[in-house]
């Protein structure tokens, strides 16, 4: 049994909270905002963006970051993408040397085009960080349904330890070298569920959604060679997996604001309504960036990021998508 905290008590900490405590072990969770904290302490549970997945009596909750640090063999850092960085730097004053911290958000910070284990080991670099990513919405990690994902890690012992932590019969967790390439699905998948939505909102079907994720996992391949990553990785479960689940469920927060976006919502609509942070959003802009830098073809991603920063309509990118010249879909023809 291990003392862990959770950083940041989203819907995503809050199911990662039920499965660890469930597993045995002690937990604390830490918020910035003494309303998320006392809501806690009164439910024992998130009643606004998991309500149903409670949380035993003896969990403790904190806004205080030192006591969140203090004495925990693992800290699980769940805050948004956005606030990652901030976040880790607060922190750093109480993180020993050698602590594992496993991040559990994903993203890519638009400034720097740095994963997330790269702002954390930058900001807390007496750290030991690990990752963890894969087709895992929080609702139904709350409700004990089976689920696989994949941990992260510089070396075997770090990604065993997190893989030790974390399996239990309904989760579970397979370990991996590939930490670039894990993070990259991770964020770039949120983009492709942005796309996947629109397309939904502007009333395509079934043909549309498939063309989209397999596309989709093309482009995610094109720009993982250009960055060294294993192949393997991307059509794996924090790749091809988390691109298949965030697409096709209405779950993912990405898809929903891809709804509204093809209805005709703007981006700022669109999160104002799903009312949690959309780091598809986020990651269109670096995406773009990257594949720029790379001189990698991602005509999806730049779709997307012209309905978001462009003022291009949905249906507009759509048709510019339909309409490229032909192309082969594998190469080698004589």
Not at 78 to 84: E, N, T, Y
Not at 266 to 285: L, N
Request: hydrophobic fraction near 40%; include cysteine.
């Amino acid at each position: 049994m291990a003392a862990i905290s959770i950083i940041g008590c989203g819907s995503w900490g809050t199911a990662l909270a039920w499965l660890l405590c469930n597993n045995g072990h002690r937990l604390t969770m830490w918020s910035c905002f003494q309303e998320e904290v006392d809501m806690y302490r009164q439910f024992h549970q998130n009643t606004d963006k998991l309500p149903g997945v409670l949380l035993p009596e003896d969990v403790v909750y904190t806004t205080d970051l030192q006591q969140a640090c203090a004495e925990k063999e693992l800290l699980v850092m769940a805050v948004p993408s956005p606030f990652l960085r901030h976040t880790a730097s607060s922190m750093k004053p109480f993180v020993r040397e050698g602590q594992r911290i496993v991040n559990v958000s994903k993203g890519i910070e638009e400034n720097t085009l740095m994963t997330m284990s790269e702002i954390l080991e930058e900001e807390i670099p007496q750290a030991n960080v690990a990752i963890l990513s894969g087709p895992s919405h929080a609702e139904e990690v709350g409700r004990g349904l089976p689920t696989a994902i994949v941990a992260g890690a510089h070396d075997r012992e770090s990604a065993v330890a997190v893989q030790t932590w974390f399996m239990s019969p309904v989760f579970r967790v397979y370990t991996s070298p590939d930490m670039r390439g894990i993070q990259l699905g991770a964020a770039l998948k949120n983009v492709m569920a942005l796309a996947a939505g629109i397309a939904d909102g502007l009333g395509y079907g079934d043909n549309t959604k498939a063309a989209l994720i397999t596309r989709g996992s093309v482009e995610l391949a094109r720009l993982g060679r250009a960055l060294g990553v294993s192949e393997r990785t991307i059509y794996g479960l924090s790749g091809i997996g988390d691109l298949i689940v965030t697409c096709a469920s209405m779950h993912s927060r990405n898809r929903r604001a891809g709804i509204l976006i093809g209805q005709g919502r703007t981006m700022q609509e669109a999160m104002d309504e799903v009312h949690q942070i959309v780091e598809g959003v986020y990651s269109a802009r670096a995406g773009k960036t990257l594949a720029d830098r790379y001189g990698v073809d991602m005509p999806i991603v730049q779709a997307v990021h012209g309905v978001l920063f462009e003022n291009k309509s949905a249906a507009e990118a759509v048709h510019e998508l339909m309409q490229r010249v032909g192309k082969d879909e594998i190469e080698g023809w004589e």
